[in-house]
Each structure stands twice: as C-alpha cells, then as structure tokens.
C-alpha cells in the first residue's frame, strides 16, 4: 500500500480562493514598494541599495512561489491498457550501509507489478552481489566512475531493455503499488517521465533531518503540482520513473552534479511531456547531520548554476515559455546565499559606522510590511491542504534556519562555477556518520560574533532607536547562525530533561497547531479580505494623516482675551483697587478689565472718577465704565420725555461732549457700556416696546456720533441687552457697537423658578439670537452666581468657566464680585437679606492645596554668564520626529555650533538620546542645561500618582546624571503656569496652579539636597501675563536658584529684564530668536542666552520655523544674523530678501492660481523670480490649527513660479518659499489669499 493517500484535486472554488488570495498578496507587495520608494527616507544610500535588493530578491522569490500556487493541479491517469516491461534500478556507492541497501533492494522485489531489479553498484561489492543472486537481482558494476551517478545508470540501461525504468535512490523504500499508480501514466506517448513525492521516514531522527524534509513539503506539495499544469515537473534524482524512448533520444541519462534536473531540461527540450503524481510511494532518509546536508547543498548549489549557464543557453530556444521562465529562475535559488549574506552584513555595518540604510517611522514601516507578512504566511496555510500529510502542516522554522545556515555554500556552489572549479559527486551520506569539521561551522560561527560584537560597539557608540533595531536584527541573525553548532552538536548536548518536556510539550500541542492550522485554512480568505483594508487604510491615513486628514482643531481653551472683575469696598459703584490687588494674589491672575458705575447724576461731571480710572491704567489694566443714564432731577418731568428721547432731541449734547473729551483725554481704549439691561423694568431707562426701542437706537446713534465728532475713538461701544427675545428689535446697528454685553447671573434660590440656571441656560437664547444678527465680539459684563454657601457659589463660577471655553465668540469676561448688591430681583419674595453676595472664596478647592506668604528669590547658585548657547529641540519626540540624533548627524551639529561660537544647549531630556547626546556633547566640548518636559495632562489638583511618578522620574534622572561636569543646570522645558492657563478656565486655573507650585517646591527640595552644585532655573515667558506669572513664582517658591526668559513677544522684554535687574534677581535667557537678541541684548552679552532653535522642527503633527537652519539643515538668516553679532562682523553675505506676488483676486477652492516668487536685488528693485538662474526656488504648504500653529508641510514645487490648486479652507494653510544655494537658504511665509482691504 501507499505510504499516504491520493491528494485530492483543487475545486473551483479553491482555485478561485488561492488567485484571490495571490492578487490580494501581490496588491500587498505593491503597497510596500509603494511607500518604499522613497528618496526623502534613504540614510546610507549604499545600505539603502543592498536593503533594496535584499527585499526586491525576497519578493521575488515569494511572487515565482505564488506562481506556483496559481494553477494547481492533479491529473487523472488515463486507462491502463498496455503491459510495458518495468526494470527498476538503484544504485550502490561505496561506504553506504548495506541494511540501507537491501532493505530497498527487497522492497523493489515485492512490488506488485511485475519488473526486473537491477542493482548498480559501484563497488562491485561481494557481499552485495552474493545478495542479488540469491534474491534474482540483476548485479551490474563497471571499472571506472565516469559521470558518477549518471554513469552508472547509463552503464546498467546498456543490459537493461524495459520500456520503462524506474530509478530509486538506495535509502528510498517503495510501496507496493508504486508501479500501479504510476503506469497508467504512460498511455500517453509524449509522457517521457513520470515524478513521484520523494518523502522521509527520519525526520524526528535530528533537527538537520527535520529541517531538510521541512524545506521539501512545499515543493512536493502544491509547486510540483502547479507544474503539472505548467508543462515544467522536474525529475528528480529518486522516484523518477522514465519512459527508455525517451531516456535514448536524448543518450540516457544527462550527467552533472545536478544529473536529474539536467536530465528533465534536455527531455523537455526534446517535446517530452512529465507528470507529476502527488502521492507517497516512497519513503526515504533525509541527511540527519550537518556535514552531509552541507555537502548536499553545496553539490546542488554548483550544479545548477553550472546548468544554467552551460547547457540553458543552448536548450534555450527548444523550451516552451513556461519552460524558459522555469529553468532560467530555478537556479536563481541558490544566490540566496547572497542576499543572506547582505542580510547579515546590513546591521553589522550600519551598527559599526552609526548609519542605517533607511530612516522612516518604524510605525509605518509596520503597517506597510505587515500585510506583506499577513498575506506569505496566509497562502501558505492555505495552499498546505495540498501537502502529502498533516505532518507536514506548520511555518516550519526548523527548515528556515537551516537554510539561513547553509548561506555560505551557496555562495560558494556560484563561485565554483564562475572559477570552474569541479567538486567529485559524493552521494548523500545516509548513516549519520558525517560529522562537520570545525571549517564548515567557522563562518556561521563568525558572523554570529561579529553580530555581537557589532551590536556591543555599536550600541556604546551610537545608542538611537535605529541603532537599537540594528541591534535587535543583529541579534536575531546572530541567534541563527549560532543554531549551526546545536544543528551539529544537537545528539551531544541534548539533556535528558529537555528532550522528555520538549517531548511533552508537542505532545499537548500537536492538536492545538492544527486546530489552528485547519481554521486558517478555513477562513483564509476572509482572514486576508479583513486584514488587508485594514492596514491600506491605516497607512493611507497614516499618510493622509501627515498632512490632508489632520485636524486643524486645536486642543486649546478658548482663551479669553480678557478678564475682568467689578469688586467695590463700598456701595458706590466704584471698584476697589486695593482689594482687586488682595484678590489678585489669591486667585493668581491678573485682571485686565476693572469695572466701574457711572451715573448721570451731575452733569458737570464733578464726581467723575478720574483717580480711580488713572490707577486702573496704571497697573495696566482697561476701564469699563457703565453709564448709567439716570435722569437728573432738574429734568424729571419735561413733558414726560423718556431719557432716550431727551437724548435724541439733543438735551444732554453738551454734557455728553464733555464726556467724550474726558474719556479722550485718557488715550488708551476704554470700554463704555452705556444703558445696559435697556429692557429691564429695574431701571428707569427701561423701554419694552418697538417705539422705546426705536428711541433707544436713535439715542445710542447719537451718543455715538457726538463722540465720533469729539475724535474720542479709543472708546469701544458695548451693547448689553437684558432678555434675548429683544435682541434684534433693539440692536442700534454694527457701526455704532464694537461688542455685545451680557449679563450671565444666576440668582439660584431666588430666580422665579427657586433653582439654579447654567452658564449654558443663560447664555443659550442669547446666543440663538446674537447668531442671526451680528458676528461681533461678546463679552460677558457681569458673571456672578448666588448661592447659600460659598462652594456653591465657588463650583458655579467654575462650570461657568468651563462653559465659557466652549464659545469661541466670548473674549471678556467680568466677574462681578461684590458682596455689597442692593438690586434685590423684583419677582421673588425669598429674600432674607438687604444685599447679595456675589463672591466666593478658594478654601473650598482642596484640603491638600496650601497659599503661601511672599517669598524672596534667594540663592548662592550663580548661573554661569559665559554662555552662549541654543535650544536643541531635535529629535524632541522621538517617535514622531522627522530627525534622527546618531552620532553622524550630532557630530555634525555640534562641529558647527562651535564654529559659530555656541558653547552651550539647552536640551530636554529623552531617555532615547540621552545618552548619544551627552556623551557626543562632552567629546564636543558642549555644555547642557539639562532640562525636563512637563506633561499636559496632569491634573494637578487632583492627579497624586502622576505627579509622585514625574517627581520620583525627575529626581532618579538627576540623580543618575549629576555626576556629568558638563551639565551647568536643570530646567523645565516650557512656562508650566502659562501652559495651565491654555488649558484652564480663570478660576479653576488657580486651584491647579496652586497645587502645581506646591509639587514643584517639594520636588526642588528634594533636588537640592542631591545636588546643591549646580542651579534649577524656572523659565517664565516674556508675555503680557510676565508681571502676573512672576509674582506668583515670588510668592510661592523659595528655593529656586535663577529665572530663565522665555522670549515668545520681546515688546515686553525690556519690562522684564528691568523687573529682574532692579530686584538682583539671577536669570538667563532662555530662549530667544536672533534678531531680537541683536536687538535687545547686544548691550548686555553677559546675559547667558540660548537661541530659540538650532534647527527647525520636523515632528508628524508639529513644526516650526525657527530654527538656525532650515528643515534640509541649511543656514537661514538668523544664522548670519548671529554670525554677525558673535563675531562683530556686518560683511557676511546673506540671501536677498524675498517675498510672494499672490494672485490679487477672491480664492475658491479647487481653482487654480498663480504665485510668483520675487527678489529684492541690491536693496533696490524687486524682480521676478524666473530671470534669477543662480538660485534654487522650493514652494511648500503649510497646514495650520486654528490657533496658527504648524501641523504640517508638503513640498508643491521648485519653480519660481507655482500653479496652485486651492486648497478646501484655505485659511488654514500658508505659503512657503524657500531659495537656496548651495550654503545657506532664505524662506517667507504668507497666506494664500489677499486680504479683502487690499484688493481694491
């Protein structure tokens, strides 16, 4: 019987699976080429080249076995008829054991049809002989070994005479029905040769067995039967029965290390058809030791690249297409043995020369090589329902890295041909006897060491995440190559032990794996279908992301532009300065708008607050003034006019005049609510019908006109409706207001309903209204809420906040903070008091936060003045940064920040490149304000494990790092309080900046008694919150050693430094541009300063242009411009200035238009950029936020002319040019439209 039963033909439907699968798989491998090519992600182009044709190789070879995947098939064996003569012929070698030998020989003797044996033998051995005679064998021997193998069957075809001859390999083992199923075969006369599976009965004998059979199944599975249908069946050495026509057409069996391949080649150039039968007639012995499978590859390996390029060349023409391709590509195989060697020498260079062949995310490269892995091992799973046995189903890893292991003698196999260097042909030895001398294990040997020595040094040198997956490659290769010596050694060092759980463990897991197997194999293609879009459209979003699909919606609170408050000491409507200054330092903010209550009661303005408005100017802050039109009584009862109609007719021109000069004279904007809550019944100017509202416009229009004419412009109008239903009858028109007031107050217990309202409540009918009319500027005039308790009123001032960040359109708020409200609601009769009490206190935010006294800033640490340095923020975010910090691109940076005079950065710190950058900066003769990044997601009030972790992280940091001299401080990367108030609303940003100082004190603490050499300096930006956020610094912390200048707006920068020279504070600055430091700091070079940026950003999501050097790391301006400074030298050249012509005409989007690149030549004429030729002209877009952040940038063209598609919203994008030589660059950004006012 068989040894397996017949594999059953492919259905249809099966056929149809395995294409899709393929075309699935092949869309795959265009995706990755897809991303692959790409020139802006090539490192080491060398590296890059060998990478490439490492993985053009490997696709390949995949794609030629999915070709044989395309068109499995089996054929039927056609109707037995003829009775042709069988001999049967194996052969004997000298050295092969003679159990080995008979128990075939004996076996051939049992087939079923009938044959005659034959055994070549080339010994002439005595014992083989007497053996033959006794069992009616046929015994032929010659005295010479002439074309080894292949010599000595053609010597045994001379006596033999059958019509058919099977040739079987003395360790092959027949069934008895083998001739049966093959026969039939043979009624078609083209048939010239019959192959059948060549399987193995030792596989578990050792690894090197199981790994030899593991590489066959695939081949003698489904491939073979592709071939079938290909017209291509390969003879091999064993189990090939041949038709003897066919075998003397082309004078017997063709000789050569690859004697069956050969002889299949020159059958099939003869117009011999083959027939390949997928069923295990034989059972044979794979090498079990290393030596014997390495000198079986390396007799394979010469052998076919001797056939393709001797004999291919001549039988080329002779062949079918499918013939040409098959025997030109087959032999192709063996230059694996190069592409493992690049393989294994790609990360051992690229580890020992601190450069990599490719520089993309690893993220993406991810996505872009897992549908490639997702869909090989998904077909085949698939296709193994057409291997011989269950056995035989797996990944086989074994036979992977067996492979892997035999590289070299691949290689060698190709060189011996091109030297012509003859190997003898050694059959297979097959009694595990072979044992492979240390030579054949040296070179796997080295490379492993090599692997480990690379990843070591590599790693000391250069420590990047690239050079870390190097290094995990290296590895791997190294963990390969190393399996040689258990490959050799295997029967040796195999414990007891290991052998028995090992033995356990398949046990167990046999069912499990083809379980897994069967359910692959099941749902395959819809596994595949699933998977595949999956990932094209994670990449494709991924790619998208980096640019098309990114939000332009910025994360950011809508952030009021101002923030006011009315708190009065006494019942006259006049707010307090001294206790807004006490409220100041409990809340931590500073209040730009002080509200004030002006009524027209003398209209001689005597009783005007000039004092109070000048030392509200004063401190910096706006005035806005209600004017409140009481009527005075000498004008009560004239003819019972309305005061708005008074006003019209002209009855309070002068005093209104005098107004409007007294509010000029103060020349800074003033805020002027005049008649606010109109439509109150409360007020005497109340009016409620479209009459009184008509009144009210016309008084307003003429209020505003006597300004106008009194030139009192710096007046801002606010228009304050009291019920949203009379917003639109009432409004006087956009050109006499500047905003909407409103007042948002939640009267709580004592509104008609006896419940609190929402901010949203109050604000939403508003709204509704305000959206149909006008699109101007909100701000809310009184913000305040009753309550019984302190925190209910504290809890509803902070939801109202949050609200408040959800309105883009509300710029202002004022709290009205008074405890001193004697306007008691008319409509409720729950008032149990004269006043109300609109205030609230911060005890109620949280038990752990405490408010400390004022604190001066004292230390011992002075920060060193010889310091002229730069931020370098390259590589930041190391997983989404564009830049990689090797050791070749920070040599290079640091070489040229020396050149320039820098001797310092200020860096954050980055568990990545920590250590490439300290150590490279110290070679470099850099020092480094060390400096940590603060999160944005902590809760500081709240969040206690977070900020017990970034403490404890911070502290160990610090700790482990103190001991490197070249670090002169620590810092925090960005301005915490400022960055708490994009995130916060006014009153719960408090709470969190209170607890946050607290953790900061504690943390410092903690430093100082660690290291108390060197000093912590907080940076603070210079902005118009300074003042505000230095005080609160001042008043908390006591323990810090400098303050650092964050430069974002060096209009307040001069304010700043004479703030800290005046009080001795120690500081630097920290960050600052070029040319405000030229403009700013030239008198003061002993400041330390750091420049903004080395190098402009390049992060997914985030980039900047404010950087030294361009994103293609070329000088800009301010390169020079510091060049210039450093060195006192003006003569350095620089790029002329430069400026975009855009088109003076409205954008739509999906129109083209035309940009123009001009030059300012000699500071005198601007030219177009087209009759320049000495310059490289580059236009990109920019995506932006909506709060004017750079997101993103993509290159559009390198003309001095741009045709630009107009983007959707194109707002939100900008304009870059950027020119070049071949020494510096010189950029401009811009809009991509005109803006209105210019266009006329």
């Excluded at 463990?505 to 293609?525: D, G, M, N, V």
């Excluded at 129109?1151 to 300012?1160: G, I, K, R, S």
């Amino acid at each position: 019987m068989s040894y397996s039963a017949p594999v059953k033909a492919p259905t249809q439907k099966e056929i149809l699976t395995i294409r899709i699968l393929i075309i699935l798989g092949i869309l795959s491998f265009i995706n990755f080429f897809y991303w692959f090519f790409d020139n802006d992600l090539i490192d080491n182009k060398w590296l890059y080249g060998l990478l490439l044709l490492s993985i053009t190789f490997d696709s390949l070879r995949v794609l030629y076995i999915w070709y044989h995947y395309w068109a499995i098939s089996i054929p039927k064996p056609p109707e037995f008829k003829s009775k042709p003569t069988v001999d049967v012929l194996t052969t004997y070698f000298p050295g092969e054991p003679y159990q080995m030998v008979t128990k075939t020989l004996l076996a051939i003797k049992k087939l079923n049809y009938p044959n005659t044996a034959y055994l070549c033998d080339e010994a002439n051995d005595p014992y083989l002989k007497e053996f033959c005679i006794n069992h009616g064998i046929k015994h032929v021997t010659r005295n010479n070994r002439i074309d080894a193998k292949a010599g000595n069957i053609n010597n045994a075809l001379k006596i033999a005479n059958g019509d058919i001859c099977l040739v079987l390999d003395p360790d092959h083992i027949p069934s008895e029905d083998f001739l049966d199923v093959v026969l039939p075969y043979f009624e078609d006369e083209q048939v010239g040769f019959v192959q059948t599976v060549q399987s193995y009965y030792n596989c578990n004998s050792s690894l090197v067995a199981r790994g030899a059979a593991e590489q066959t199944y695939h081949f003698y599975g489904p491939v073979m039967m592709t071939m079938n249908t290909y017209g291509t069946v390969n003879a091999i050495g064993a189990n090939c029965v041949f038709r003897r026509k066919a075998l003397d057409s082309i004078g017997g069996h063709a000789a050569g290390l690859s004697e069956d391949l050969h002889t299949a080649m020159r059958l099939h150039a003869k117009k011999w058809t083959s027939v390949y039968v997928p069923q295990v007639l034989t059972s044979g012995l794979a090498p079990d030791t290393l030596g014997a499978y390495y000198k079986q590859q390396l007799k394979w390996s010469r052998g076919t690249f001797e056939l393709l390029f001797t004999v291919y060349p001549k039988l080329f023409k002779q062949f079918t297409n499918r013939q040409k391709l098959h025997y030109g590509i087959l032999p192709l195989h063996y230059l694996s043995g190069f592409i493992i060697l690049i393989n294994l020498l790609i990360p051992i260079i690229s580890l020992l020369l601190s450069t990599t062949p490719w520089k993309g995310n690893i993220v993406n490269f991810s996505f872009l090589f897992l549908p490639v892995l997702l869909s090989i091992l998904t077909i085949r799973l698939y296709v193994q329902k057409w291997v011989m046995q269950k056995s035989e189903y797996g990944i086989h890893l074994t036979g992977g890295i067996l492979f892997i292991t035999t590289w070299w003698f691949f290689v060698l196999g190709c060189i011996y041909t091109f030297l012509r260097k003859k190997i003898p042909y050694i059959p297979t030895p097959k009694d595990g006897s072979e044992i492979a001398g240390f030579k054949l294990l040296f070179p796997n040997i080295l490379f492993a060491m090599l692997s480990i020595f690379a990843v070591i040094y590599g790693l000391y040198k250069d420590f990047t995440p690239f050079s870390i997956i190097m290094s995990g490659f290296a590895l791997l290769n190294a963990y390969f190559l190393l399996n040689t010596l258990w490959f050799h050694n295997e029967k040796i060092i195999k414990h007891k032990f290991i052998k028995t759980d090992l033995t356990g463990i398949r046990t167990i897991l046999s069912p499990k794996k083809h379980e897994i197997y069967h359910f692959w194999r099941q749902f395959a293609l819809y596994i595949l279908v699933a998977c595949l879009p999956l990932f094209f459209i994670a990449q494709y979003k991924i790619e998208r992301n980096k640019f098309e699909n990114l939000s332009t919606t910025s994360k950011r609170l809508n952030a009021l532009k101002s923030f006011g408050v009315f708190f009065p000491s006494e019942d006259d409507g006049i707010t307090n300065i001294t206790l807004v200054k006490n409220l100041e330092n409990e809340f931590f903010t500073k209040y730009n708008i002080i509200s004030l209550y002006v009524p027209w009661v003398d209209l001689e303005n005597s009783n005007f607050p000039c004092s109070e408005i000048e030392a509200i100017y004063k401190r910096g802050s706006i005035a806005m003034i209600t004017w409140e039109p009481w009527i005075p009584e000498s004008f009560e009862n004239i003819d019972n006019l309305h005061v708005f109609e008074l006003i019209r007719l002209g009855a309070f021109d002068d005093y209104i005049s005098n107004m409007a000069l007294k509010l000029k004279e103060i020349e800074a904007p003033v805020l002027l609510r005049f008649a606010h809550e109109f439509d109150n019944p409360f007020y005497p100017w109340f009016v409620n019908n479209d009459q009184g509202f008509n009144d009210l416009k016309k008084a307003w229009q003429h209020i505003h006109q006597i300004f106008d004419r009194e030139g009192a412009t710096n007046v801002q109008w606010i228009w304050n409706p009291w019920e949203a239903k009379n917003v639109a009858a009432s409004f006087p028109g956009s050109n006499y207001v500047d905003k909407v007031g409103l007042n948002i107050l939640n009267y709580a217990h004592l509104n008609p309903q006896n419940r609190d309202f929402s901010f949203q409540e109050l604000y939403q009918p508003f709204k509704k209204e305000l959206f149909k009319l006008t699109n101007l500027p909100v701000i809310i005039t009184e913000l305040g809420s009753l309550g019984q308790t302190n925190k209910e009123r504290l809890n509803w001032n902070i939801e109202a906040f949050k609200s408040i960040a959800q309105y883009p359109e509300i710029e202002s708020a004022v709290l009205f903070y008074s405890n001193l409200d004697n306007n008691l609601p008319l409509e409720t009769n729950n008032i149990n008091a004269e006043v109300l009490d609109w205030t609230f206190k911060l005890e109620e935010f949280s038990p752990n936060i405490k408010i400390t006294k004022t604190i001066n800033i004292e230390s011992n640490l002075n920060i060193p003045k010889k310091v002229l340095g730069v931020n370098y923020n390259k590589g930041r975010n190391w997983s989404k940064s564009f830049y990689t910090l090797n050791r070749r691109t920070l040599i290079k940076d640091f070489k040229e920040m020396k050149k320039l005079g820098i001797n310092a950065i200020r860096y954050t710190n980055n568990k990545v490149y920590n250590y490439n950058v300290l150590k490279l900066a110290e070679e470099a003769g850099i020092q480094v304000s060390f400096g940590f990044s603060i999160p944005t997601d902590i809760n500081w009030a709240e969040d206690e494990q977070k900020k017990i972790k970034l403490s404890n992280d911070i502290f160990q940091t610090v700790k482990n790092l103190q001991k490197h001299t070249y670090i002169i401080s620590w810092h925090f990367d960005t301005d915490v309080l400022a960055q708490l108030n994009y995130q916060y609303n006014r009153i719960e940003v408090t709470k969190q900046q209170y607890a946050y100082l607290n953790w900061l004190e504690s943390l410092l603490n903690k430093i100082k008694a660690t290291d108390a050499s060197r000093p912590f300096i907080i940076d603070i930006e210079v902005s118009s919150q300074f003042h505000n956020n230095f005080h609160i610094i001042q008043s908390q912390i006591s323990n810090i050693d400098a303050i650092g200048l964050l430069v974002i707006d060096d209009r307040y920068l001069q304010d700043a430094l004479t703030k800290l020279n005046d009080e001795d504070i120690n500081y630097q600055i920290s960050q600052i541009s070029a040319t405000s430091l030229n403009q700013h700091i030239v008198n003061q070079i002993n400041i330390p300063y750091f420049i903004t940026n080395w190098q402009d950003n390049h992060e997914f999501n985030k980039i900047s242009f404010d950087g030294l050097l361009d994103l293609s790391g070329k000088p800009k301006t301010d390169y020079f411009e510091l060049k210039r400074l450093l060195e006192q030298d003006s003569s350095a050249d620089i790029l002329p200035e430069i400026k975009i012509l855009k088109p003076a005409k409205l954008l739509y989007p999906g129109h083209t238009q035309t940009y123009n690149a001009m030059v300012l030549i000699d500071n005198l004429n601007w030219v177009y950029g087209e009759s320049l030729k000495n310059f490289e002209f580059e236009w990109y877009l920019i995506k932006c936020n909506d709060t004017g952040d750079f997101l993103a940038i993509k290159k559009l063209d390198n003309t001095p002319k741009l045709k630009l598609t107009i983007p959707e919203d194109y707002n939100n994008y900008l304009l870059q040019l950027r020119i070049s030589n071949q020494q510096m660059s010189r950029q401009t950004i811009t809009t991509l439209n005109t803006p209105l006012n210019q266009l006329n």
